[in-house]
């Protein structure tokens, strides 16, 4: 009941706005994997997140927060509440000089050609990850000795009712792979980034270079959220996998690439209980071996 009338205020007050019910979430997450959610949800604008928010708050009903799901394991069960995907409703970007202004919705990928486009250089490393702007920001995403902290001026955010803010640098707690967004009720909506004018060859040699280097080591041909677990102070935990020779090691359809041990890959209909128990597996056999406590990276919904 609950969310037919959710459904209904939303499209009332929305006119033409998309949401659908029972949505398989596989179809949007990159490991392929995820039972139905009640309610999905696609805004077109922060009003719209502003409205959404509200009326499940007002219901009692979850919600989630989330972009194009390069980094995210939901449950065989599914979400019960309201997934609100903030994607390619809002990609609009601005660039000015040497400085950037991007909707959180739009992908790195696609961000980055516009950005190599005006011979701007700074964002190279964030060409290849395969996310979008404002999961970049909330994990603060880097590669190839780059991150988000070197190149965000600020960050445009939703708080917990409806207030639209303007967070500084400093004001995002930028660590690795962590932000404020983690630890408050935000929601990034936009960012202003800093960069700088450079030659364009350079920008884009740059760029494929990056691009080879993740053909070859990453096992992009299969389904996975990226590097399964954060890096360990002082080691790497791809390493520390192969090292305790789970290199191909199997449970279900999820399975330690032997590509890149980092990455834990969908070789064919693997669940969330498969993927949970590969990566509960791999913590104790590297702690037994190593004393080292692996922390996934994969954010776990459901």
């Given at each position: 009941?609950r969310q037919?009338?959710?459904?209904?205020?939303?499209?009332?007050?929305m006119?033409?706005?998309?949401?659908?019910?029972?949505?398989?979430?596989?179809?949007?997450?990159?490991?392929?994997?995820?039972?139905?959610?009640?309610?999905f949800?696609?805004?077109?604008?922060?009003e719209?997140?502003t409205?959404?928010?509200g009326?499940c708050?007002?219901?009692?009903?979850?919600?989630?927060i989330?972009?194009?799901?390069?980094n995210?394991?939901?449950?065989?069960?599914?979400y019960?509440?309201?997934i609100?995907q903030?994607?390619?409703?809002?990609?609009?970007?601005?660039?000015e000089?040497?400085?950037v202004?991007?909707?959180?919705?739009?992908?790195?990928?696609?961000?980055?050609?516009?950005?190599v486009?005006e011979?701007?250089?700074g964002?190279?490393f964030?060409?290849?990850?395969p996310?979008?702007?404002?999961?970049?920001?909330?994990?603060?995403?880097?590669?190839?000795?780059?991150?988000?902290?070197?190149?965000?001026?600020?960050v445009?955010?939703?708080?917990?009712?409806?207030?639209?803010?303007?967070?500084?640098?400093?004001?995002?707690?930028?660590?690795?792979?962590?932000?404020?967004?983690h630890h408050?009720p935000?929601?990034a909506?936009?960012?202003?980034?800093?960069?700088?004018k450079?030659?364009?060859?350079?920008?884009?040699?740059?760029?494929?270079?990056f691009?080879?280097?993740r053909?070859?080591?990453?096992?992009?041909e299969?389904p996975?959220?990226?590097?399964?677990?954060?890096r360990?102070?002082?080691?790497?935990?791809?390493?520390?996998?192969?090292?305790?020779?789970?290199?191909?090691?199997?449970?279900g359809?999820?399975?330690v690439?032997?590509?890149h041990?980092?990455?834990?890959?969908?070789v064919?209909?693997a669940?969330a209980k498969d993927?949970?128990?590969?990566?509960?597996?791999?913590q104790?056999?590297?702690?037994?071996?190593?004393?080292?406590?692996?922390?996934?990276?994969v954010?776990?919904l459901?």
């Amino acid at each position: 009941m609950r969310q037919q009338e959710i459904m209904q205020r939303l499209q009332q007050e929305m006119p033409g706005t998309c949401i659908l019910q029972k949505e398989p979430m596989k179809k949007h997450t990159s490991f392929k994997i995820g039972g139905p959610a009640d309610l999905f949800f696609i805004p077109r604008n922060k009003e719209e997140i502003t409205l959404a928010i509200g009326l499940c708050k007002e219901y009692d009903f979850p919600f989630y927060i989330m972009g194009n799901g390069s980094n995210l394991l939901v449950s065989d069960e599914g979400y019960p509440g309201m997934i609100i995907q903030i994607y390619k409703n809002m990609s609009q970007v601005k660039i000015e000089g040497e400085k950037v202004w991007a909707e959180a919705g739009i992908l790195l990928s696609t961000l980055s050609k516009k950005i190599v486009d005006e011979g701007l250089a700074g964002f190279e490393f964030a060409s290849g990850i395969p996310g979008t702007l404002g999961g970049a920001l909330y994990m603060n995403a880097g590669a190839y000795d780059g991150e988000m902290k070197l190149i965000v001026d600020s960050v445009e955010v939703l708080d917990d009712k409806g207030k639209c803010m303007t967070l500084r640098n400093e004001e995002m707690k930028f660590g690795y792979r962590t932000s404020i967004l983690h630890h408050s009720p935000y929601i990034a909506i936009g960012a202003s980034l800093q960069l700088a004018k450079g030659d364009k060859t350079c920008i884009l040699g740059k760029v494929e270079d990056f691009t080879e280097r993740r053909k070859t080591k990453q096992p992009l041909e299969y389904p996975s959220a990226g590097s399964a677990f954060k890096r360990p102070e002082g080691f790497y935990a791809g390493k520390l996998i192969m090292d305790t020779g789970l290199r191909g090691y199997r449970i279900g359809g999820a399975q330690v690439s032997e590509k890149h041990c980092g990455f834990i890959i969908n070789v064919g209909d693997a669940t969330a209980k498969d993927v949970k128990a590969l990566i509960s597996f791999v913590q104790e056999q590297v702690f037994e071996k190593f004393g080292v406590q692996l922390e996934p990276e994969v954010r776990m919904l459901g």
